[in-house]
């Protein structure tokens, strides 16, 4: 082979065989140290073929590409060695086009010593000598690397465009370069409308940090920003995200993208701020809970006392809300509440504290007082605020509330304590005959302290046999006699004495203990009046007092019966004496539940008539026999007020309705006098007898079936 004037690179291992391949090659110049250096230390494998594509030499590239030491490839066919079976025509042929002189690029597969693949582009140089082909000059570039990594560039980019959250990237000055398909989802922004825009133009705010690229660049240091954002919607509406804003630096030129990421979370904050409202507000009223309450009152109390000036604490609850319930039932009673919330924000029209304490319970806070009185002027215009009735579901309810109020400064104190002096203000409005208010004072406290222990004392009343009952005659005016009595519950505390039964009822229904002791005072009365009958040969009827709770008792029917079966007596002797309350229908189970009595024989009387809800509707449906006027329309004879008016229209009514009629409270003369002249047939009152003990009721009985005048039987008593 004669020396060519191709400039042909050398490792020096192929010394050896200079003598077969003599390429005139001169290792002396320096180019031919420059070439050895190039070729030995180029990351590209590079390969010397003669034109049989056998390997002259190869590097050390070579050697780390296909695995193969240039020593084992040495005199072989390339072909052989490297290329994969279906390819060899391929290559023989590549080979054959490098050969015709032409400088041959192409990507194509090869094969290692392990069998394993790799992606080449192949550059082969012709190797001329004068017009000689003498061989090849082939440089392999492992293309797989690039294209592992350009797949996962594409991959990425994939996912980006399709993941969930909203993802665009911005050059160092902020201008969108590039954004996501979710970007385009939640902005309302197509990438082509974005591009070249800054993150502003989904500002909801004005240069919000989160969206000002102006302070981004403050991050450099800090690595990435995060927070919430305020969008805006191309349509306008916005939306919040949680945003991060990631710098992505270039080693030599600072910061040269920013990628930001938002996702949605509008329906997290919405949900946030429905639990924080649900957790501060009363779910039926809407209106704030006792604890938000205590909260405001607290922010209230801390400006009075740096103001100086006073405020009021307002309880205020409905009287009779349970028989509200009973009666119309729940839904009735829950549109109340919201009504009254509705009405009582309507009092007080500023922004004065209002919220729902719990149950049928009320909070208000007056703020910047004056005066005192002004407290009263507000307590004034919120049991107006009561004086129409409310229309529910078609039905008039009539309430009233009883107002408690208790001032600051006087008794200072935190909102808790104010919460409780205006309860027991409550309280005592209640005891007031309700439908009122009071203000706290300091001997409240003893109050409550006694109720709560009256009410503890109460549990142990009936086994210790400290409950007993009077029982009150009723005379038939014409007669002059008793019809009948009325049987009274009395509790003999131990250390207390005698406790009026306005003061333990009350207790005993807030603990449902009033379903025992109802059914303790039926099975004594009925008992007694079996006695009576017996002993004295005289069908007495007795009255019973009823508390809307014993109502609620499941077994309240059964529990008459087997009281009557075990006594023995006559259901027609036993009469259940209902408060209006009760009555007010609505609730068909109570309907029910008075039609069985009705048919077990027992008598129902409408005990206080007048005094409550004065609904008439109801006296036609409920199988009643006798009304019982409220004695405060007997006090009013007499002294000039209007009930005897409505006295009468009452005895009219019962007359229209065929009802027996009762008149009690009945204290003087004047007053019997003219119930006599109204022609009501039946009284009740001390000006008879008092409630008094079985004995003296017997004493009454026996003195025969003359008749008796009325100053008689109250001498013979
Ligand atoms: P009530 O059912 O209206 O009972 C009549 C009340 O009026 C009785 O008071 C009686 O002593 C009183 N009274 C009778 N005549 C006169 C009079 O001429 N003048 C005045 N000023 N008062 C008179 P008492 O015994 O203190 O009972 C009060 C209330 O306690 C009763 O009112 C009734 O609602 C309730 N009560 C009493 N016993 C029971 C019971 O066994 N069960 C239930 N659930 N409630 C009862
Ligand atoms: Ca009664
Ligand atoms: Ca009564």
Redesign the pocket.
């Known amino acids: 082979m004669k020396p060519t004037d191709t400039v042909i690179p050398f490792s020096s291992e192929s010394s050896r065989q200079k003598a077969e391949i003599d390429t005139g090659f001169d290792e002396s110049s320096l180019d031919n140290v420059y070439f050895r250096q190039l070729f030995r230390s180029s990351p590209q494998a590079i390969v010397l073929l003669d034109n049989q594509d056998r390997v002259i030499d190869a590097n050390r590239a070579f050697e780390d590409t296909f695995y193969y030491s240039v020593g084992e490839a040495r005199g072989r066919s390339i072909n052989s060695l490297i290329v994969p079976d279906e390819l060899v025509a391929a290559a023989e042929q590549l080979s054959a086009r490098t050969l015709a002189a032409k400088v041959v690029a192409t990507e194509t597969i090869r094969k290692r010593k392990d069998g394993s693949t790799c992606a080449v582009r192949i550059l082969g140089y012709p190797i001329v000598s004068g017009d000689q082909q003498i061989g090849i000059f082939a440089i392999y570039d492992d293309i797989s690397i690039r294209r592992r990594f350009e797949r996962r560039l594409k991959l990425q980019g994939a996912a980006m465009d399709s993941a969930a959250n909203a993802i665009f990237i911005t050059d160092r000055d902020g201008r969108i370069e590039w954004t996501n398909r979710a970007f385009t989802r939640l902005s309302g922004y197509r990438e082509s409308e974005a591009v070249g825009a800054t993150p502003l133009l989904i500002d909801a705010k004005g240069s919000q940090p989160g969206l000002d690229p102006s302070e981004w660049r403050s991050l450099a240091g800090k690595g990435v920003w995060r927070g919430h954002v305020v969008s805006r919607h191309r349509d306008g509406h916005t939306y919040t995200v949680e945003q991060t804003v990631t710098p992505l630096q270039d080693h030599r030129s600072g910061i040269d993208h920013y990628v930001v990421v938002q996702e949605d979370i509008s329906d997290r904050i919405e949900a946030e701020e429905r639990l924080h409202h649900m957790a501060r507000h009363d779910f039926l009223t809407d209106l704030p809970n006792r604890y938000t309450f205590n909260e405001r009152l607290n922010v209230e109390l801390d400006r009075a006392s740096r103001s100086g000036r006073e405020l009021a604490v307002f309880v205020l609850d409905l009287d009779h809300f349970k028989d509200v319930n009973d009666s119309f039932g729940h839904p009735v009673g829950d549109d109340l509440l919201v009504a009254v919330g509705r009405r009582l924000k309507r009092v007080l029209r500023d922004s004065s504290p209002l919220a729902r304490l719990g149950g049928d319970e009320f909070g208000i806070v007056q703020v910047d007082l004056q005066d005192p009185e002004n407290a009263r002027g507000l307590a004034g215009r919120l049991l107006a605020a009561f004086d129409s009735p409310f229309v529910l579901r078609g039905q008039e309810v009539h309430v009233t509330p009883s107002i408690g109020i208790a001032l600051y400064p006087p008794g200072l104190g935190d909102s808790k304590s104010l919460i409780k002096k205006a309860d027991m203000a409550m309280y005592r409005a209640k005891q007031a005959g309700r439908a009122t208010f009071r203000f706290y004072e300091e001997e409240m406290d003893h109050e409550v302290q006694t109720r709560m222990q009256l009410g503890q004392d109460l549990h142990a009343a009936i086994t210790r046999e400290e409950l007993y009952l009077d029982y009150?005659p009723q005379i038939d005016l014409k007669r002059r006699d008793i019809i009948g009595v009325?049987?009274?519950?009395r509790w003999q505390h131990p250390e207390r004495g005698l406790v009026?039964?306005?003061r333990f009822?009350p207790l005993a229904e807030g603990s449902g203990l009033?379903i025992p002791i109802?059914r303790w005072?039926m099975e004594t009365a009925c008992a007694q009046a079996k006695i009576w009958q017996e002993q004295h040969g005289i069908a007495l009827p007795v009255a019973?007092?009823?508390?809307s709770i014993q109502f609620r008792d499941p077994q309240f029917v059964e529990s008459v019966e087997r009281i009557l079966k075990e006594t023995g007596l006559a259901p027609e002797l036993l009469e259940l004496?209902l408060t209006e309350g009760i009555l007010m229908q609505a609730s068909t189970r109570i309907e029910r539940i008075l039609q069985r009595l009705c048919e077990i024989g027992v008598r129902l009387s409408l005990?206080?008539f007048g005094k409550g809800y004065s609904s008439l509707e109801y006296l036609r449906r409920i199988p009643l026999q006798k009304l019982k006027i409220d004695?405060s329309f007997v006090q009013g004879i007499g002294n000039g007020s209007h009930d005897p008016v409505i006295v009468s229209v009452i005895v009219a009514l019962a007359k229209k309705l065929g009802l027996e009629l009762v008149a009690?409270?009945?204290?003087t003369k004047k007053q019997l006098d003219f119930l006599e002249q109204e022609e009501c047939d039946y009284l009740?009152?001390?000006?008879f007898s008092?409630?008094v003990d079985p004995t003296k009721i017997e004493q009454l009985l026996t003195r025969g079936t003359e008749r008796i005048s009325p100053v008689d039987i109250y001498k013979a008593l």
């Open positions: 009150q009325e049987a009274l519950l009026p039964p306005d009822i009033i109802g005072v019973v007092n009823l508390s004496e005990d206080d004695r009690e409270g009945v204290e009740q009152g001390f000006y008092r409630p």
